[in-house]
């Protein structure tokens, strides 16, 4: 692969939640970047390699080279890109929506997927499946509830925010383990109407350079 030294570079698995949200805001921003792909599942998990434990000692993705340094941790990178790109807004002016934002962003980053992820899922052996859709089911169980205060088109409001880039790759995880979403109207339909705006498909798992071929749309 021929990387654009100038562009950044993100460290991603197509099928990773937290790295999704991270090619959404890139896409948002109209950030043009290099893609390396780190295969989670590929000879015991490339992410344990000693080169990428030199670009991230946590062994996680994604990872993003950008103006020199390298940051870890979906969320801090978005805040990077906010900070340095602020149009169009992921996080509001308007503190208490941007309180709102946060505490959505948080509620998926910190409160459903951590417990869902493959480090964990890969743990529970036959319990596997039915572990994902516990923790998820319960994270949306509280999530309809808060998002019946806030939303409006999107998560807070109107606008896409942060938390519209957490919520799609999280309805996606849901998809993926067999979770009913019939008693979470809401979360649909946002899900729904943020799958429509063209930042989210081309950043959709089934799109990316290392999406296997039978996964492909």
């Excluded at 899900?191 to 498909?201: D, H, I, R, T, V």
Aim: overall charge positive; glycine content about 6%; some cysteine.
């Amino acid at each position: 692969m021929q990387l654009n030294i100038q562009r950044p570079i993100l460290y991603s698995y197509f099928r990773s939640s937290c790295s999704w949200r991270v090619r959404i805001a890139l896409a948002l921003k109209g950030i043009a970047y290099d893609q390396i792909p780190v295969n989670l599942m590929k000879d015991g998990g490339q992410q344990f390699s000693a080169e990428f434990k030199a670009v991230n000692p946590m062994q996680q993705v994604p990872a993003l080279k950008i103006d020199g340094i390298t940051i870890t941790q979906s969320l801090a990178i978005i805040q990077y890109l906010e900070d340095t790109c602020p149009n169009p807004r992921l996080l509001p002016q308007d503190p208490k929506k941007r309180a709102q934002v946060r505490m959505i962003s948080d509620h998926i980053a910190s409160g459903i997927q951590p417990l869902q992820n493959l480090s964990i899922l890969n743990k529970m052996g036959e319990r596997k499946m039915e572990w994902a859709q516990q923790c998820i089911t319960s994270g949306f169980q509280a999530l309809e509830q808060i998002l019946q205060h806030t939303a409006g088109r999107y998560c807070v409001g109107d606008e896409v925010s942060m938390a519209d880039l957490c919520l799609v790759p999280q309805v996606g995880n849901a998809e993926r383990y067999g979770v009913n979403l019939g008693p979470y109207p809401t979360i649909t339909r946002i899900n729904k109407a943020l799958l429509e705006l063209e930042a989210f498909k081309v950043s959709h798992p089934s799109r990316q350079p290392d999406t296997p071929a039978e996964l492909r749309s």
